[in-house]
């Protein structure tokens, strides 16, 4: 049967990558995937997880089935990491999932059940996957504008008491803009008239202005809404990213809300995967519990974070330097692991052929997978490229995001 059909398309992120992985040029630069690396391009464990990894490999008791929410002191730990502080009983509920991508997974199943006729809205640009794992839920899916505010605020004009609205909470994937807190402020004033409810997705929290103020957002919507889903993820900020680690949280307006969302989670996880893998949750309860240990985590943290932002910084002095305000200007004023590039498809290609340099079509490279010495000619490449053609969208706005254009 499978030799009759055609062979579906590849996940075009990994195909990248693969490409990449395929390059034989000493001088091929990687900042296709969103993954941390240090100044010598190595994606570190970072030392408290390594510490975390060492206590439990000498006291874990048990390797026993966990509950279907799974680790319950690590859900405890990260609702009051991502809410900040005691998180009032009968507030919110949190299950553990298979990373961030389970946390999404799982919520989009939760608003298909509950809200069958809904429509859920994501950013154009959106991170690659958001429209997949929607869809493969059987959500309907619509676009909102992203980095045009103006635009932002008016598109979700339409959204309606129904609709559920994706918004990444900070360090926003592809494009590196985030919404200013006034502006974050008029979408909580949005949705609390329309209705509407806030599905946040948290993948790079601490990588961009610092741990609190990039939790700022979704803490102020807790605040302020009375229903919020939140996808959190610690691939990055933990440097978990083969360990499948994260959480889905659902704020709700009651006790019997709250017992619904986590059974109907529980279900989900159940058909799919039955329970989430252990050894991620339990690292990062135990570095989250420990003062030591999360205070080790935290300086790493802003150590890394640090580093990321003195790679833009060098990228933007570099390209100032050659005189192109049209790059620097931009990239000055983004934030996180990731630089949006007003370049089209066919420049990021011309960047890989005569360049070695690896981005995504839509123009995204990864800052943090830029190796200090490398600022200088990474610079003259862009300026190369984009001295051979006048630099266009990729992706018409107000449009879905076409996911092979990636
Ligand atoms: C915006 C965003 N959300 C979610 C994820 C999923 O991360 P993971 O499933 O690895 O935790 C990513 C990963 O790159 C992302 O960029």
């Known amino acids: 049967m499978l030799e009759l059909l055609p062979v579906p398309p590849v996940d075009p992120l990994w195909n990248l990558a693969a490409e990449y992985g395929a390059d034989e040029r000493p001088q091929r630069l990687n900042l296709v995937l969103g993954v941390y690396r240090d100044h010598t391009g190595v994606t570190p464990v970072m030392r408290a997880v390594r510490e975390a990894e060492i206590r439990l490999a000498e006291h874990a008791a048990s390797k026993e089935y966990r509950g279907l929410s799974g680790n319950a002191a690590f859900n405890r730990a990260m609702l009051s990491l991502v809410l900040g502080g005691d998180v009032p009983a009968g507030r919110a509920t949190a299950v553990q999932t298979v990373a961030g991508t389970g946390a999404l997974r799982l919520l989009a199943d939760l608003v298909r059940q509950t809200r069958p006729g809904a429509t859920v809205w994501i950013s154009d640009p959106a991170y690659v ?3 997949p794992i929607l869809e493969a839920a059987g959500l309907t899916v619509r ?14 004009g339409d959204a309606g008491r129904d609709d559920v609205v994706l918004l990444q909470g900070c360090c926003h994937n592809p494009t590196g803009v985030d919404p200013t807190r006034a502006v974050w402020e ?5 949705a609390s008239r329309a209705g509407w409810v806030p599905f946040l997705d948290l993948a790079y929290h601490g990588l961009g202005d610092g741990l609190e103020e990039d939790l700022w957002a979704a803490r102020m919507l807790a605040a302020r809404l009375p229903e919020v889903l939140v996808a959190v993820s610690c691939s990055k900020n933990f440097g978990l990213y083969a360990d499948r680690t994260g959480c889905a949280i659902v704020l709700g307006a009651s006790e019997r809300a709250l017992r619904h969302a986590e059974t109907a989670l529980q279900n989900a996880a159940r058909t799919l995967y039955s329970m989430p893998p252990e050894h991620g949750a339990a690292i990062v309860a135990a570095v989250l519990e420990d003062a030591g240990l999360r205070g080790m985590w935290r300086d790493e943290l802003d150590g890394m974070r640090a580093r990321i932002a ?6 933007v002095a570099e390209l100032r330097a050659l005189g192109c305000d049209a790059l620097a200007g931009p990239l000055a004023r983004q934030k996180g692991m990731f630089a949006g590039l007003p370049l089209t498809a066919g420049q990021m290609a011309l960047l890989r052929r005569e360049h070695a340099v690896y981005g995504t079509a839509t123009g995204r490279i990864n800052i943090a997978g830029l190796p200090e010495a490398q600022a200088g000619r990474l610079a003259g490449a862009l300026v190369a490229v984009l001295e051979r053609g006048a630099p266009e969208r990729a992706v018409p706005a107000g449009a879905v995001p076409a996911r092979a254009a990636l």
Not at 143 to 156: C, K
Not at 186 to 190: E, Q, V
Not at 310 to 315: K, T
């Open 129 to 131: 996957n958001h429209q």
């Open 310 to 315: 003195a790679n833009r910084a060098a990228l």
């Open 143 to 156: 676009a909102y504008r992203w980095t045009d505010h103006d635009g932002l605020l008016a598109d979700l």
């Open 186 to 190: 008029a979408l909580a004033d949005l």
